[in-house]
């Protein structure tokens, strides 16, 4: 079969909610040559959210339609699929999450990286174990992603839930906010901290901070497009977007 004119070497479908502006510039900054992503778009009104159960109804509006945005991407013939979105793969567990990839890949047939799944993966190149996260969520999904990482064998020793009021209101959190959220958090008691919710821009904010507070940063938009290259076997290194790009 030919190859593709632009992405010779791999196409991406990544799938997003509709309400989602961080994750397709975030991962179009982390393209190398050769590979093209290929947004789909998971409908998704700007939902109000003010308590875990308007959360869980935004969760399940997600999944809802999440394999109809993955049918219309299949139609470009992608070579893997990337998840643009984390908390319903961190629901209930790694367990019940590691089923629900297996579900999404067995039904369009290509291998999935989702948020989840590559920050584990980054944190366990870092040797790290207390971690702290810090989400755009309101509680409920905060214990599904604790409850994940727990089951991955880490210590989730701070969690910081910015309970953001609406799915677009997540891209509206500034840098100055989040670095006053981390200087909170920090502790001789954290080896790493964990960045998930891919509408929460932290990409270049973590690997400044790395440098600043001297331990790892991982941004779940950075992990999970690091995860899907190595995934296809693309092992180019490159500077400028932290140590997962650069030595991994």
């Known amino acids: ?62 999944g809802a339609t999440l394999y109809d945005a993955v049918d219309r991407c299949s139609t470009a013939e992608p070579d893997y699929l990337i998840m643009g979105m984390s908390a319903l793969m961190f629901w209930d567990g790694r367990a019940a999450s590691e089923k629900r990839m297996q579900a999404l890949s067995d039904h369009c047939g290509l291998k999935v990286s989702a948020g989840s799944f590559a920050c584990e993966a980054a944190l366990n190149l870092t040797g790290a174990r207390r971690i702290a996260v810090i989400s755009p969520y309101f509680p409920v999904s905060d214990r599904n992603v604790t409850l994940f990482f727990e089951d991955c064998g880490f210590e989730v020793v701070r969690f910081r839930g ?41 990409c270049r904010l ?21 995860h899907a290259l190595r995934a296809m076997g693309i092992n180019d290194r490159f500077a400028g977007h932290g140590p997962l790009f650069e030595h991994h």
């Open 1 to 62: 079969m030919s190859k593709d004119a632009r992405g010779w070497r791999c196409k991406f479908a990544v799938v997003a909610p509709s309400t989602n502006t961080i994750v397709q510039p975030d991962m179009d900054d982390l393209r190398v040559s050769g590979v093209t992503n290929h947004f789909g778009r998971i409908y998704v009104p700007n939902m109000k959210v003010g308590n875990d159960e308007e959360f869980v109804a935004l969760v399940e509006a997600i």
């Open 162 to 202: 910015l309970k953001c009021p609406s799915p677009v209101a997540i891209a509206q959190v500034q840098e100055d906010t989040l670095r006053a959220h981390v200087a909170e958090m920090d502790g001789n008691d954290v080896d790493a901290f964990v960045q998930v919710g891919t509408n929460l821009s932290m």
């Open 206 to 226: 973590c690997t400044e901070l790395e440098t600043e507070y001297g331990k790892p940063f991982i941004a779940i938009n950075a992990a999970t497009y690091w």
